[in-house]
C-alpha cells in the first residue's frame, strides 16, 4: 500500500474513533480517561499501521504468532495479549507485551514472572462460566492478584468478556467484575468489545478492547 492509501485508511480510523469517544460520553464514560486497545487480530500489519498512524498507541493481540509477525514492524506500540494463553509462548511474546490482559491461572502467572519480571497483568475474569471460554471465577481471581503480587508482577485490574445476551443481563456481568476489581482495589477494568463496549462503559469500564466498530470490517480493507 503506498502511503496515500495508509493515510486514506487512517483517517477512516480517526472518523470512528471520534465516534467512538461521543459514545463513551453518552455512556457516562470519560472519554479522555477511557483507553482504547485496537484489535488487530486477523488483520494486516497495514491495518495495524493506519491505527497507528490514527494515533492509537496500544494495539491487541488474541493470537501469539500474529502478535510476533505485526511487532517488528511498528514502533511505539503497546502490545496487549487478550486471548486465551498458552504458557509455552510466554517466553516468545515477553519481549513484546505490555499488558498481558487474559491471566486466569498459576501457571500462566509463573511463567509470565519467569519471562517478564515485573510485568503489569489483567486478571480475566469469567463473570458467568461458559464451556472453551478463558476466565476464571472471582474466588481464584482474588487468590491470583495475591500470587501475582507475590511473584512481582503488576496486577493493574481485571479483564472479563460478557456472554452474548439481552443488554441487562450483559450489564449483570460487567457489574460484577467492577464490584469484584472495587473489592481488591484495582484500578484497570478491561471490559467492552464491539458489540457491547457501551454496556461495558455505563457499568465502569475503563479500558475497551475494540476491533470492527474501530478498525472495520476486515474483509472490506484493499491493499
Known sequence: MDQSGLNRRAAEVRSRLEQIRGQV????????????VAVTKGRDRLTAAAAVAAGLCDLGENYAQELLEKAPGLAAVRWHFIGNLQSNKVRRLAPHVELWQSVDRPRLLREIA??????????QVAARAAPGR?????????RLVVEARD???????????ALPGPPEAVRRQFRQVRSLADELELPVRSMGTSGDFTLAVAEGANL????????GDPAAASE
Request: charged residues 20%; contains cysteine; glycine residues 18%.
Open 151 to 161: 511473584l512481582g508482577l503488576h496486577p493493574a485490574g481485571l479483564m472479563s468478556m
Open 114 to 123: 519467569r519471562n517478564s519480571p515485573g510485568a503489569r497483568i489483567l486478571v
Open 208 to 215: 475497551l478492547r475494540l476491533g470492527r466498530v474501530l478498525l
Open 134 to 142: 478463558g476466565g476464571c471465577d472471582p474466588a481464584t481471581a482474588r
Open 25 to 36: 460520553a453518552d455512556a457516562g464514560g470519560d472519554p479522555d480517561r477511557t483507553g482504547i
